[in-house]
């Protein structure tokens, strides 16, 4: 199991959790595994054709895994996701 | 592009007044600081992009802290709804230009301060003559085609950027250095119009832009002194439910359009256009 850490914006998406638990071995089986618990997830992180949407950023274990393996990107257990979308509020 | 160290051009003013040494008498006293060093604060200049909730605070601590010469960049006018957040303005300036208010409030926090005041939007006609003279600049900005724009005309200009970000109970906060990344290597594109919902629409605790915007004055002072660690590679992320603080590592990306190895962006662009909004520069 992996936690994912929802930041507030996307917390409607996950019935309000400040995080959830979730199995994978990828980012992307992961995210898959959140969505079939809590349907509408995947596509807040994720277009249409199933790519990470470049406004939307994924960390694994605080690295971004646009310069690690993308969606691909091996997940362990015990590891933590976090999910930051941009922001502009100043 | 030449890259920078993204320090402050490190000129020391004139010889403390009697009254200067005993107004920074706190900061002289640090060994980090001392006399050099707040003669070097008080010949920085810092340019603020918006006088609203981020850019309150900032304005407030480097005002106090003695840099010398603060503009301040905000077309708008104080509204009772910025009041619970914006702590430079007060009931009294409701329907003032928010750049009078700063400029009045500054002068009394400290005298030595100049203040230069920019009641104009930012636009990419004007950021680079507004933003050329300063040392560092502070992005309290409140939406997209803004932040590209401070983004991309401080990496033209080889300007640190002091950025800040405010949702609801949660605040971003780091440094750009010319040649360490930006904006864009964090956020390649931005969301589309709508997609992601503004302060004025989600709501910001207003205790949370004096966290955040202390953090810009704290990060702004040590670039001005070369001091410790800048959050640079690494934006730091504050939940206030849970008062966590966390970083992530924001690398720079050697495929950015405009400070990656073969950039296609040389001069600023159409940010309305790029973002799908109009841009403004309200904090």
Redesign the interface.
């Given at each position: 199991m992996a936690n994912v850490r929802v930041p507030a914006m996307l917390r409607p998406a996950v019935g309000g959790e400040r995080s959830v638990a979730a199995d994978g071995r990828t980012l992307r089986e992961l995210i898959d595994n959140v969505d079939q618990r809590h349907p509408g997830f995947a596509g807040q992180l994720l277009d249409p054709d199933g790519q990470q949407r470049s406004f939307v950023n994924i960390y694994v274990n605080d690295e971004d895994v646009r310069y690690l393996g993308g969606l691909e990107t091996p997940v362990a257990e015990g590891d933590v996701i976090s999910i930051l979308p941009a922001v502009a509020g100043g | 592009m030449s890259e920078t160290n993204g320090t402050a051009n490190g000129t020391v003013g004139p010889a403390l007044s009697l009254d200067q040494a005993r107004r920074y008498a706190r900061h002289i006293i640090l060994p980090e600081v001392g006399s050099i060093g707040q003669r070097k604060l008080l010949a920085a200049k810092v340019l603020l992009i918006?006088a609203?909730?981020?850019?309150s605070p900032a304005a407030l601590y480097l005002a106090a802290a003695g840099v010398g010469t603060i503009g301040i960049v905000d077309y708008d006018t104080v509204d009772l709804s910025n009041l619970h957040r914006q702590i430079i303005h007060g009931h009294a300036n409701i329907g003032r230009p928010k750049v009078d208010s700063v400029r009045e409030r500054l002068a009394d926090v400290n005298p030595d301060v100049n203040v230069v005041a920019y009641n104009e939007l930012l636009t990419s006609e004007n950021a680079l003559d507004v933003i050329k003279d300063y040392d560092v600049v502070v992005?309290?900005?409140?939406?997209?085609p803004?932040?590209y724009l401070v983004n991309d005309a401080c990496y033209l200009l080889g300007k640190p950027l002091v950025d800040?970000?405010?949702?609801?109970?949660?605040g971003?906060a780091n440094v750009f250095l010319p040649g360490q990344g930006c904006y864009r290597c964090?956020?390649?594109?931005?969301?589309p119009p709508g997609?992601?919902?503004?302060?004025a629409e989600?709501g910001?605790l207003g205790a949370m832009c004096g966290v955040i915007g202390t953090i810009q004055a704290v990060e702004t002072i040590k670039l001005l002194l070369e001091l410790g660690e800048p959050l640079v590679n690494r934006?730091l992320?504050f939940d206030s439910?849970?008062m966590e603080f966390?970083?992530?590592?924001?690398?720079r990306?050697p495929n950015c359009p405009l400070c990656g190895d073969n950039p296609t962006i040389h001069e600023l662009i159409d940010y309305e256009a790029f973002c799908g909004a109009p841009v403004t520069t309200l904090?």
């Open positions: - | 918006g609203g909730g981020l850019g992005n309290g900005s409140d939406n997209f803004a932040r800040g970000t405010l949702f609801r109970f949660e971003r964090l956020f390649p594109a931005p969301p997609a992601v919902p503004s302060c989600a910001v934006l992320l439910l849970s966390r970083e992530v590592r924001i690398p990306d904090g």
